[in-house]
């Protein structure tokens, strides 16, 4: 009677239905929790990081030295005219 | 504003779910206490009656008479005398006994034990980790031993074959010192024995292996260990299934008869061992005689470091038995064969070594390992029944040692 079928592998160290963690697995995993805690937020903590001192550096330029392109007179009352028909046409 | 910071809390209970910080709560209702004199098996009623019939009162000398209200075992002569073991109730005694009484009564409950349903081979790609038994039940891919009554039943039988396989694996959760207790010449044995068991790479075709002969481990003394069936010396094979075991059981009680129920001898002729053959990999082989009786017939001869290795699970050098041990130690040293010997607690475990460092050949004695507790240690407790008062977990100590070797000197 020593081996009843093949082992069901580690599914079993978890509730069927809800899918909560057994006392055995908790025990399994405590001497590793909480170094594998510090050791996400580490590596959550640099993209993270690097993230947020971007948006900070960029969102200090203001674009006041792109100088915008002037447009004639005539090129304005064109593209109107074009805009006009395109709304007609709908 | 209460019902933001209800909200917060759900919030944070959320993340404590995800992480799995909360203990699932136990579905294990109260179990049942019996008093030892009135337990439903009969066995216990008789033990009951022997610790009545022979042991002493801690307090007054006297029979024990009294049964302890919290654990249900008798303990004491009265109940003066219960309530003046100010000892007993401070280290809170009592509740290692009550646990005491719930395993017993646990293992004869016939319950389903899914804890003895082992598992088959280790697939190569997964590592089995030997740091405690939990992580050990894990990466072997036991069924989840929830509760501690199935550690309990499990680390029962499994302590023998694990404290072995602990030892002398690759991945020994035993630290060389100063880390841990395995000295220069502990690493010395252990490197001869990882030799065997993990031999240099060589391609298949040359055809020179150092293995001639299975590695033999001798288990001087045994008594529960003989009753273990192959299959659990087998999880010990699975560990290593690259090697071959003789495992040797010696001594006047190493084999138990299932049909007489007891202990004695194999009635094998010519004081042969009664072989046991599980499978390809592990043989039984059952002595019972004194080690030093079987070292004189010089039938196991010769004995090789790289190859053979003594334990002696709770030997008791100081009782009655040492006479045989005292005549066994020569053999044990001239084998130059590492010697692990193991403990019931800490005081038991100091005892052995005290008496080790009385004999007369401890100068050829070379320290392989100090105190340290076994990492794979029976969790199941249990009492002395002469001293109820004094509880015990097998194997919960280690200690090792070998004859000395000297070094080879130029002329």
């Known amino acids: 009677m020593a081996v009843i079928g093949a082992p069901k592998g580690h599914d079993r160290y978890r509730d069927p239905k809800t899918h909560q963690m057994t006392p055995a697995l908790y025990r399994v995993r405590a001497p590793f929790f909480w170094k594998n805690t510090i050791g996400l937020a580490i590596c959550t903590a640099i993209p993270l990081g690097v993230y947020m001192y971007t948006l900070h550096m960029l969102s200090k330029d203001e674009f006041g030295d792109i100088p915008i392109p002037p447009i004639s007179d005539t090129e304005l009352t064109k593209l109107k005219k074009e805009y006009e028909a395109s709304k007609n046409q709908n | ?411």
């Open chain 2, 1 to 411: 504003m209460g019902s933001s910071s209800s909200i917060s809390r759900r919030n944070l209970s959320f993340f404590w779910k995800m992480l799995a910080l909360d203990k699932p709560e136990s579905k294990e209702s109260e179990r049942p206490l019996y008093n030892w004199d009135e337990s439903p098996y009969e066995d216990i009623r008789t033990r009951a009656a022997f610790i009545r019939a022979k042991a002493l009162c801690p307090v007054t000398k006297k029979p024990v008479n009294f049964v302890c209200p919290y654990s249900g075992i008798p303990t004491h002569h009265s109940r003066e005398a219960w309530e003046s073991d100010t000892e007993y109730h401070k280290r809170k005694t009592y509740e290692l006994l009550k646990k005491v009484n719930l395993y017993e009564h646990d293992v004869r409950s016939g319950r389903k034990f899914d804890e003895f349903v082992f598992p088959l081979e280790q697939n190569n790609d997964y590592m089995v980790n030997l740091s405690s038994w939990d992580s050990f039940f894990y990466t072997r891919d036991f069924a989840p031993m929830n509760t501690e009554f199935n550690l309990a039943a499990a680390t029962k039988v499994l302590t023998y074959p694990m404290t072995i396989a602990a030892i002398i694996n690759k991945y020994s959760p035993y630290e060389p010192q100063p880390k841990g207790p395995v000295t220069v010449e502990g690493l010395r044995s252990l490197a001869a024995l990882k030799y065997t068991l993990y031999p240099p790479y060589t391609k298949s075709t040359d055809a020179v292996t150092f293995k001639e002969r299975p590695m033999r481990i001798f288990i001087l003394g045994a008594k529960m260990e003989s009753m273990l069936p192959g299959y659990v010396w087998k999880q010990f094979g699975y560990l290593f299934p690259e090697t071959k075991f003789e495992i040797h059981l010696v001594g006047p009680e190493a084999y138990f008869d299932k049909e007489t129920r007891s202990f004695g001898p194999t009635n094998e002729p010519h004081g042969r061992a009664l072989v046991k053959r599980f499978d390809e990999q592990i043989t039984l082989h059952y002595h019972t005689r004194y080690f030093h009786e079987l070292y004189d017939m010089g039938d196991l001869f010769p004995f090789d470091p790289y190859l053979d290795i003594f334990f002696l699970f709770h030997p008791g050098f100081g009782t009655a038995d040492s006479i045989y041990w005292d005549k066994a130690m020569k053999g044990l040293l001239e084998s130059k064969c590492p010697i692990y010997v193991s403990g019931y607690h800490d005081k038991d475990m100091k005892r052995e070594i005290q008496w080790l460092e009385n004999h007369p050949l401890h100068d050829e004695m070379d320290v392989l390992m100090t105190q340290t507790d076994n990492k794979f240690a029976c969790t199941k407790i249990d009492l002395v029944d002469i001293n109820p008062t004094e509880t015990f977990n097998s194997n919960s100590q280690l200690y090792a040692f070998r004859g000395k070797r000297y070094h080879a000197i130029k002329t």
